[in-house]
């Protein structure tokens, strides 16, 4: 599985952006996928997850600003819609598809990363 995430730009302070991360190899449903993102000098932070039930979860500081979605028609695909964008939103942003099996006693996990896209929110 390959994971390409694009849509990020420069943008004005309160304006909106749409990220979109696809995968090459066939996710469907099987996976958890989310958008974390890492400013300069600072660890990388989840900012939105989606589950395969669909359960959302959004980091405090986003809340009712971004939304997490998948396709419905390419279950390959998730995006991220940003809005009432904030100069503390600049980060790169990097989507991950994120899968753990368990057999028995075995666990495995799957855990892909895109490679991220910049986003810059002026003041």
């Known amino acids: 599985v390959q994971l390409q995430a694009f849509g990020g730009g420069l943008v004005q302070a309160g304006g909106s952006l749409r990220l979109t991360c696809t995968a090459s190899?066939?996710?469907?449903?099987?996976?958890?996928l989310g958008w974390y993102r890492q400013a300069p000098g600072k660890q990388r932070d989840l900012v939105a997850a989606?589950?395969?039930?669909?359960?959302?979860?959004y980091a405090d500081s986003v809340k009712g600003r971004f939304t997490i979605s998948r396709d419905n028609a390419n279950k390959n695909t998730v995006y991220l819609q940003m809005n009432s964008l904030k100069p503390e939103d600049t980060a790169v942003y990097y989507c991950?598809?994120?899968?753990?099996?368990?057999?028995?006693?075995?666990?495995?996990?799957?855990?892909?990363w895109g490679q991220g896209t910049q986003v810059t929110v002026s003041s």
């Open positions: 991950r598809a994120l899968r753990t099996v368990v057999n028995g006693a075995t666990i495995r996990n799957y855990d892909y």
């Open positions: 190899g066939s996710i469907h449903n099987l996976y958890t």
């Open positions: 989606i589950t395969r039930g669909d359960t959302v979860h």
